[in-house]
């Protein structure tokens, strides 16, 4: 066994705990967008939201208007 084994057993074994807490979600969530997966993360707040996760209706919310943000900024940008 590599020294990796546990953690990627972890990552393995963390479909089946996340699809069940809507705090996972939203720490999954939370992870994804701190290492640049925006579209990963907003799958994981979308879910935990309609679990009716606060947390992640916020970090949803602020997740779209970033993407919205940047959005605008490259249209600006292509106009110029």
Same mark, same amino acid.
């Given at each position: 066994?590599?020294? =990796? +084994?546990?953690?990627? /057993?972890? +990552?393995?074994?963390?479909? @089946?705990?996340?699809?069940?807490?809507?705090?996972? !979600?939203?720490? =999954?969530? /939370?992870?994804?967008?701190?290492?640049?997966?925006?579209?990963?993360? @907003?799958?994981? +707040?979308?879910?935990?939201?309609?679990?009716? %996760?606060?947390?992640?209706?916020? %970090? !949803?919310?602020? =997740?779209?208007?970033? @993407?919205?943000?940047?959005?605008?900024?490259?249209?600006? %940008?292509?106009?110029?």
């Amino acid at each position: 066994r590599s020294t =990796l +084994f546990p953690y990627t /057993t972890l +990552f393995r074994s963390r479909d @089946l705990t996340v699809r069940s807490d809507e705090r996972a !979600l939203n720490a =999954l969530g /939370t992870a994804y967008w701190l290492c640049g997966q925006q579209q990963e993360a @907003l799958d994981c +707040f979308r879910r935990a939201a309609a679990n009716g %996760n606060a947390d992640a209706k916020e %970090n !949803l919310r602020q =997740l779209e208007q970033h @993407l919205t943000r940047i959005s605008n900024a490259r249209i600006n %940008n292509s106009n110029n």
